[in-house]
């Protein structure tokens, strides 16, 4: 075989992309079980950390069992459907008509109150941003959120995941009254209590719009959901004031 034909070396280079594409492809297929898994139990991690159950991703598993007790699956309706809530892809789901969209809806039991944890998914500078927002048993107030990137610029945009840009969201209202307001992230700073607005990340102004967004689109999904909700939260948040109040009268007599 003459080894400077230009015929050999196109075949051996043919030959060695053959082989490299297929050990490639070997380590991806053996690979994907444990990415998928990771990526699952990294998902869970997020879950618990937007209801202050911080844990690294190895423990999640047993823990999001503990706290997590129900997984929803929601119409555009706030009707409950069947399906797996965990499983839903909402990249997938974000480009569906509205009414087409399922929505997942994780309902977490913490020192026995209860919380509404809802996935995000929106659009930073430069792809796609995510993450996890709860809001307490009266579905208004925030208690905590959790976000993510995929690769937005470092030490501008990319701080949504840090703790101070997280920690700005609990304690705000997405309601204001009957109306619903969401949560604006906003450049120069939020004024003074505000309950509807966080500060703006430096420098990073259009991701800190994309969160904007992103919270306004996902929440008036579920506003069905909410309004369902509401009425029998108030009386149930009625009858536990009464039992209070029924408590203390008692303490008084005694």
Known sequence: MDVNKNSYTFGFAAIMVIIVAALLSSAAIGLKPFQDRNIELEKKQNILSSVG??????????????????????????????????????????????????????????????????????????????????????????????????????????EINKAFFQDAFAGKAIFEGDNFTSITVIKGGAPEGDMHGVDAISGGTITSDGVTDMLLERLTMYLPYFNKMKPAIEVEQLMAEMDSVVTVNDSITQ
């Open 53 to 158: 159950i911080e844990i690294d991703r190895d423990g999640a598993e047993e823990l999001y069992s503990q706290y997590i007790k129900s997984e929803l699956v929601l119409n555009n309706k706030g009707e409950e459907i069947e399906g797996s809530a965990f499983d839903i892809d909402l990249g997938t789901e974000v480009k569906k008509e509205a009414d087409a969209q399922l929505l997942p809806l994780f309902i977490s039991e913490v020192d026995g109150k209860t919380r509404y944890i809802i996935p995000l998914r929106g659009k930073g500078l430069w792809g796609p941003i995510w993450g996890f927002i709860s809001l307490e048993d009266d579905l208004n107030k925030v208690y905590g959120a959790v976000f993510d990137h995929k690769g937005e610029t470092p030490g501008l945009g990319s």
